[in-house]
Nanobody, 115 residues
């Protein structure tokens, strides 16, 4: 059974920073992509950032220059460093992991940016 455990969400003021982590455990082999999506109330779930096993990354335009995704393949863990946070970054953030034949999701962690 594969589990994705997210941590690091919370309440932060505009301009602040947070670091999200997602640790993958269980019977999983050959993780290809690891990424983060987010979903604000009443909106669809959208890609925030993604990183491949080779280290290639892509970001949503709205977070470029502010967010950085990284991964530790030995620990099966992906991180999202979020700087210069804005109120519009408020959402539930979901970890996403892809193998050659399956996709897994975390339970989500709330990020709230408010003064």
């Amino acid at each position: 059974q594969v589990q994705l455990v997210e941590s690091g969400g919370g309440l932060v003021q505009p301009g602040g920073s947070l670091r999200l982590s997602c640790a993958v455990s269980g019977s999983i082999r050959s993780i290809y992509t690891m990424g983060w999506y987010r979903q604000a109330p009443g909106k669809q779930r959208d890609l925030v950032a993604r990183i491949t096993s080779g280290g290639s990354t892509n970001y949503a335009n709205s977070v470029k220059g502010r967010f950085t995704i990284s991964r530790d393949n030995a620990k099966n863990t992906v991180y999202l460093q979020m700087n210069s946070l804005k109120p519009e970054d408020t959402a539930v953030y979901y970890c996403n992991v892809g193998t050659w034949n399956n996709v897994y999701w975390g339970q989500g962690t709330q990020v709230t940016v408010s003064s």
